[in-house]
């Protein structure tokens, strides 16, 4: 078949929204004054293999949901090469094998869950036994079985989060493309998304997904891509990513104010508040020099503790630096 | 090579079907959909009341002129109704976001909506017709073949400003669709008077050339519904003859033809956001 390894390659993908901020009078959105140019993608380039549980990773705003979005052939691009399978992502054949749950999913709040995703499936050409088949097996898997009845209208944020999954597994999609999945769901459905994700992994299929809060669910990424303001900032496995280059110290303090250390310390450590005390994250080598200036600038020291740099503190070193990428695209 | 192709075919076919069942399902779990069939009832039974009012002989004549006008009145007001709200609400609610990246064309998108509503407004016609036909039947007027023909003829039209609506809703929103398509029907009502206006010796556009391509291209593009009338016909006793639905029919295809490829080639190019 020859079907090359890579499930989704970019390159250069870039996407510049333009227009005019509009003034909406009655029905008439007048454009006024000012233009408006937003660079959301700012040429990217990301490759997810067959088989990866690929987490794209990034504060609000920083161009996820713009590029999945230009994936799914929902906004074009304004310059880039998309494959996916090797072939033209808008192609119906590709798309046949793919699954995607969209950012914020809306649905039909007259249907009810079997109903949609009837559709669905009716949509994917899916055989009437195979659809009704695959409902029963995937209503209970997102823990909806309970819930057939009910119009979709009468769904909370998690329960409509956990039928766009449905949606998303109904084709059994080789490729797997959940936007902020997280999004909605309480800590156990986390557990349970989780579990389904590494399940989908384990059927040989490839999972992309993007988020923007951290938690225990990047851990089971094989392959992380941080991206901020529209550029990548950081990919490689977490073992990359979360090396030993990046051992910090973190020193508890009290006694100075936040102002004087995050002044003393603008250049060199992060400071956080926790309580009456101060957190100083600083790197390995300057431990020794944090430590005596705190104590001339007459602060306890609380503790100090040799940490590993979690992939949260990577994510806001990430978006903080405007410096070239750090990590490298494994070849 | 042509078995695929036919098989294409016959997927798309299937895609607009379940797109346009989809829609069906919408218009009819709507309550103001529901709330417009009832008020449109009320009109037709209000009829009733009409005909016994008029005078001696002419109860007759007003069940028809008003039944006529309240089916074609709310087949039309439903058409543009749906038109402007469905495929916008589409986009605005997000749903879209879970049909464009399914194996679809965007085409088969705008197809399955038309045809979504083209089913509302057939049942939406079908169940009027029946009870107008059913109060005609019950004070004894005539319930002509000829009534039956005026029937369709209407359906044509309303099938036609459905396309109109649908167009103007691939790139306005609700209101605007709604005036614009609303513009369009009474223009098109009213657009054989202007076709006098440029031939007649005087008047308007003799006081005034400096609008006469304007009035020129009001008559070459804006349909002219009242191909559609066969309210007068019915009234008058004279028999619509088959070749004439056929090429009202022809009429209404060719527009709604255009209609629906503007409409695509203007939903291919959207992002959505
Ligand atoms: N339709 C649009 N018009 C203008 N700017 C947009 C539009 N959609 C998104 N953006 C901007 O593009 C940037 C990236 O947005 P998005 O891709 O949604 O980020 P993320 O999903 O990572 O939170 C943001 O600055 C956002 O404001
Ligand atoms: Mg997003």
Not at chain 1, 253 to 270: K, T, W
Not at chain 2, 126 to 146: F, Q
């Amino acid at each position: 078949m020859g079907e090359v390894d890579a499930v989704i390659e970019v390159e250069g993908l870039r996407k510049v929204f333009r227009g005019f901020k509009s003034l909406k009078v009655g029905p008439l959105p007048i454009p006024w004054g000012q233009r408006l140019r937003v660079e959301a993608v700012a040429g990217i380039d990301l490759t997810v293999r067959r088989g990866e549980i690929y987490g794209f990773l990034g504060p609000n705003g920083a161009g996820k949901t713009t590029t999945i979005k230009m994936l799914m052939g929902l906004i074009r691009p304004s310059a880039g090469v998309m494959r996916i399978f090797g072939g033209a992502p808008d192609e119906i054949e590709t798309r046949a094998r793919i699954g995607y749950l969209p950012e914020q999913p809306y649905f039909y709040d007259y249907l009810r869950p079997r109903e949609i995703l009837d559709f669905f499936g009716k949509l994917f050409l899916m055989p009437r036994a195979a659809r009704e088949a695959r409902i029963d097996e995937l209503l209970p898997l997102v823990g909806l079985e309970d819930s057939q009845n009910k119009k979709l209208r009468e769904f909370s944020k998690g329960m409509l989060q956990r039928i766009g999954i449905a949606g998303a597994l109904l084709n059994e999609p080789d490729l797997v493309v959940l936007d902020e999945p997280l999004s909605g769901l309480d800590p156990i459905g986390r557990k349970e998304l989780r579990d389904i994700i590494v399940a989908q992994r384990d059927l040989g299929r490839t999972v992309f997904f993007s988020s923007h809060i951290l938690s225990d669910i990047e851990m089971i990424c094989d392959k992380v891509a941080i991206i901020d303001h529209g550029v990548i900032r950081a990919v490689g496995t977490l073992a990359e990513l979360l090396d030993s280059e990046h051992l910090e110290v973190e020193i508890i303090v009290r006694g100075v104010s936040q102002e004087i250390l995050r002044d003393r310390f603008a250049s060199v450590a992060r400071v956080e508040r926790i309580g009456e005390y101060s957190r100083l994250i600083v790197g390995e080598g300057q431990s020794n020099d944090a430590l005596r200036v705190i104590l001339e600038l007459g602060g306890h020291v609380e503790g100090v503790v040799r940490r590993r740099e979690s992939l949260e503190d990577l994510f806001v070193r990430s978006a903080e630096r405007r410096g070239p990428a750090v990590g490298e695209e494994g070849a | 090579m042509k078995r695929r192709r036919s098989g294409a075919w016959r997927f798309t076919a299937l895609r607009v079907a379940a797109l346009a069942g989809n829609t069906f399902k919408e218009a009819v779990r709507n309550r103001a959909f529901i709330g417009l069939m009832f008020l449109a009832g009320a009109f037709l039974a209000f009829s009733l009341v009409l005909s016994s009012l008029a005078v001696t002989g002419q109860g007759n004549r007003v069940l028809l002129d008003f039944g006529f006008f309240s089916i074609s009145l709310f087949g039309v007001l439903i058409a543009i109704v749906m038109g402007a709200i469905l495929l916008h609400k589409e986009i605005d609610k997000k749903t879209i976001f879970t049909i464009i990246p399914k194996p679809v064309h965007r085409f088969e998108v705008v197809l399955g909506k038309y045809f979504g509503m083209l089913a509302i407004l057939i049942v939406e016609v079908g169940v009027l017709s029946v009870l107008w036909l059913g109060l005609l039947w019950l004070k004894g007027a005539p319930v002509t073949p000829e009534i039956g023909k005026a029937l369709l003829l209407i359906f044509l039209e309303i099938v036609l400003i459905t396309a109109v609506a649908l167009m103007f809703s691939s790139f306005s929103r609700p209101v605007l669709t709604g005036i614009l398509a609303t513009g369009v029907f009474i223009v098109g009502r009213v657009v054989y008077l202007v076709g006098e206006m440029l031939t007649a010796r005087g008047g308007l556009f003799v006081d005034h050339p400096g609008l006469r391509p304007f009035g020129e291209a009001v008559v070459r593009v804006v349909p002219d519904l009242r191909v559609f009338d066969g309210s007068q016909e019915v009234l008058l006793e004279i028999p619509i003859r088959g070749s004439y639905l056929v090429s009202a029919t022809g009429y209404c295809m060719s527009y709604v033809l255009v209609l629906l490829a503007l409409s695509v080639l203007l939903f291919q190019r959207r992002d959505f956001t």
